[in-house]
């Protein structure tokens, strides 16, 4: 029984096990198949990246330093995206999108640090 292409149904030459008859038809199918499911993780992950850049842009000095909220908003940092949060045993929470993190502190200050 001769194996057809999954994307296109030309027949296929070659390995046994193989699905598709080119890179073309197997990328052509994939990009199908994940056109809506992941177009939401897509999104999520564009805008963690885009927040990791802006705290990754501001120079750290012994792992720490500090900005304001107007400067944050103004290079585009979306508060809401995140990827986990710090809790000492202060009860101080760190907020923090990969390695780098962020601390609110009084008047609107923030202290961006990296977790070693």
């Known amino acids: ?18 699905k598709f008859c080119s890179d073309y038809c197997r990328n052509a ?11 939401l993780i897509r999104n999520i992950n564009n805008r963690l990246r885009k927040n990791y850049r802006i705290l990754d842009g501001f120079p750290l000095r012994e792992g720490k330093t500090r900005t304001t909220r107007t400067r944050l908003m103004d290079k585009g940092f979306d508060f809401e995206f995140i990827t986990n949060l710090y809790t000492t ?28």
């Open 29 to 39: 199918f994939h990009n199908k198949v994940n056109k809506d499911s992941k177009n």
């Open 89 to 116: 045993k202060k009860g101080t929470i760190y907020y923090f999108v990969y390695d780098l993190g962020y601390l609110p502190l009084e008047n609107e200050y923030y202290m961006i640090v990296k977790r070693e």
């Open 1 to 18: 029984m001769k194996k057809k292409c999954e994307e296109c149904g030309t027949e296929i030459i070659g390995r046994v096990d193989k």
